[in-house]
């Protein structure tokens, strides 16, 4: 055992369930030590590591009924330990839990660390059995780099846990004349056996000094709630949607039980597109003197750098995680990765990404919002509904006071300036209505969760600014009213932005509509939140090509058949999927071009039953065109087929569409055409196939439609 001879200048806070620890190894009980942090943890410089660093020291000083967990592994922070934790540390049930992320967070993108280091508290601390907690703040030699486990110290006073400063401790003996910092350290970050020895100590004078503390509530988060709810995709459940050049292999951590071969390349030209879900998306990536860099991007955003050269690193081989996207709207996300085009082009050297880590994926409950939600206000100057500076687009009907919003990818564009936004929306029927707000290319999620009208405030950098209102919801779970929007004093509603120069409206189901295409796992109605027509092949398409987007599409919908009540032509041109809603005259501005898919649920529901597709399917399915063409005589029209299984399993639905074309043109009517989609899923489709369909109809109507 250690000799507890060192003065100990500063104590933790008190803490009682380490006190009850202590009592249980008083009494002769065993305990589960737990220690999870980066290469320190793992003993890295003291020999041998596993038996002579700080953890196993500690461990042995506090008796032999102690059982040693060390989780260290050796280049992780605590962004990545968020993700080790469960498996790792948690499922061993460990009475106490020692974090050393003090050294490794210094170089953790700060605008990460605070928040995923709190997230590991609050993990240990709302564990089905809390184990008591205890922080180790580590810097490099000399107390250098404070950064980080200054807001780590901070962070354990804020949750009242015992927390061992070492550099404090350490400078303390320094200026006693007691001890010299370069007798811990053969190297600026790694504490050799003698450093090792000394941390030990500390930590066995902390740990023997606590006293009782005050129970209580689990605070409120300092830094949020992101890292609470991460999730990781690596080995076989990091799989592309799209893949050229990448091949499944590279280097896996040796310390990280489990870990899997992501994917490496040593080509100029690679490239690797992923599904991903979070706020925030991360890349954990390898990187050494011997490897080249990759760049990554989220949707459409920036494009960062993953640099997996790195000179210092001269042969051994590190591990980074770098953000690629932050911020996010919550929900699903597409993910893209090439390798970079820079002065290792043509070198052969490889490129390689482990895992895909993201935070922010927040049950329905816990989902943040940018948005201050404030009563009606009655002071003047709020903008009508009506207001001409308004440009609306989609098929949007008359309310009392306002515009009502059904259809999914009903849209609102507008430029003011000023400092904020408040947004006036009522929900009017259905469940949670979820909306897009986009400002100035910045996405906002906004959920009307609750009865009545209420005032949406957004703060904003004073400036000009350009507004999308854009409806997530499908018509049939849900529809709002739009009352009017204010703006700060002294802002002003400009022109709105000049109208795109195509317009293309979709007809069609569930796979129109969006429908589950951001869930994670199998389909469900239950959140709403994942479900975005914004993200649909069609709107996808139209923001390809520039085009307004008008979206007629109702789950479970169809021209023979419904898995509800209602069939297409009894509400395809009406303000909502009721009979009740009015039709909808014909829009001032009719769509270029008119795009139908249905057919799904005229198969999937009668199979589901055991019964065939009605006969009449080809019959109705024509007369449905027709009707359509009734509307629009001067647009382009294109049938779609596919997206899920139905074209593929039941042949009555190509056969009725080639023959409506085959038809209509024998007829006179060659602005008429036919697609049937390669990408599909055999569920719901997700963003990922969404994003395929939409490449492949970009494809065909500029090629074969637009030309």
Known sequence: MLALSLTLPTLGHADARLQAVMQKLDAGEPITLATIGGS???????????????????????????????????????????HRLQAQVLDKSPD?????????????????????????????LTARKPPAVVVLGLTQQGNQARDAVDIQLKLAAH?????????????????????????????????????????????????????????????????????????????????????????????????????????????????????????????????????????AWVDDGPVVTLRGQVPERQGYLGWHYSVVGRDLEPGAHLLHVRVKKDEWTGSGRPASLLAVMS?????????????????????????????????????IGAAPGGRLLAWSGSELRARFTGDQLALRLAPSRGGINHFTVEVDGRRHALALRSAGPADWRLPLPAGTHELRLVKRTEA?????????????????????????????????????????????????????????????????????LGADYVGIAISGIGITATWDQLLMPEVWNRFAPRLDAPVAPPDPRAPDVVLLNLGQNDHGFPASKGQPIAADFGPRYLAFVRQLRGRYPYAKIVLLMGGMSAP????????????????????????????????????????????????????????????
């Open 359 to 395: 935070a922010g994926i927040f049950p329905p409950e816990s989902h943040p919002s940018d948005f201050i939600r404030e009563a009606p206000s009655s002071q003047a100057g709020l903008i009508s509904a009506d207001d001409p500076k308004l440009r609306w687009i989609g098929r």
């Open 476 to 544: 049939s779970q849900a529809e709002s009213v739009f009352l009017g929007l204010r703006l700060a004093k002294g802002g002003q509603l400009l022109d709105p932005p000049p109208p795109r120069p195509l317009k293309l409206e979709f007809y069609g189901d569930s796979i129109t509509a969006g429908a589950c295409n951001g869930d994670i796992g199998e389909d469900q109605y239950a959140d709403l939140s994942s479900h975005d027509g914004t993200r649909a092949y069609g709107a996808v398409t139209a923001a390809k």
């Open 40 to 82: 320190i943890t793992t003993g890295y410089a003291a020999q041998p590591p596993r038996e002579r660093g700080w953890a196993a020291l500690l461990a042995r000083s506090l008796g032999p009924k102690v059982k040693l967990v060390n989780a260290g592994v050796s280049g992780t922070d605590s962004a990545a330990g968020v």
């Open 159 to 295: 949750y009242g846990l015992t927390a061992l400063d070492f550099g404090h401790w350490m400078q303390a003996r320094v200026d006693a004349g007691q001890d010299r910092w370069a007798a811990l350290y053969d190297e600026p970050v790694h504490p050799n056996s003698t450093g090792h020895q000394r941390i030990a100590v500390a930590l066995a004078e902390t740990l023997r000094a606590t006293t009782p503390g005050k129970g209580g509530a689990l605070p409120e988060p300092v830094y949020g709630r992101a890292h609470e709810f991460t999730r990781m995709l690596a080995g076989e459940t990091l799989k592309p949607y799209q893949l050229h050049g990448f091949a499944r292999g590279g280097e896996v951590h040796p310390e990280w039980t489990g870990q899997q071969p992501g994917w490496v390349t040593t080509a100029d030209d690679a490239e690797a597109h992923f599904l991903v879900w979070g706020r925030e998306i991360a890349v954990f990536h390898a990187e050494s003197a011997g490897y080249r860099n990759l760049e």
């Open 648 to 707: 593929r399993e039941q042949p009555a639905i190509p056969r009725a569409v080639l023959g409506a074309v085959q038809t209509l043109h024998g007829e006179g009517d060659s602005r008429v055409w036919s697609y049937r989609f390669e990408a599909f899923s055999w569920a719901h489709p997700r963003i990922d196939v969404h994003a395929l369909m939409a490449d492949e109809l970009t494809r065909f109507l500029q090629t074969e439609v637009l030309k």
């Open 96 to 124: 106490l839990v020692i974090i050393e992320f003090g050294v490794n967070d210094q170089w953790l993108d700060p605008a990460v660390r605070d928040s995923s280091y709190e997230a590991i508290l609050r993990k240990l």
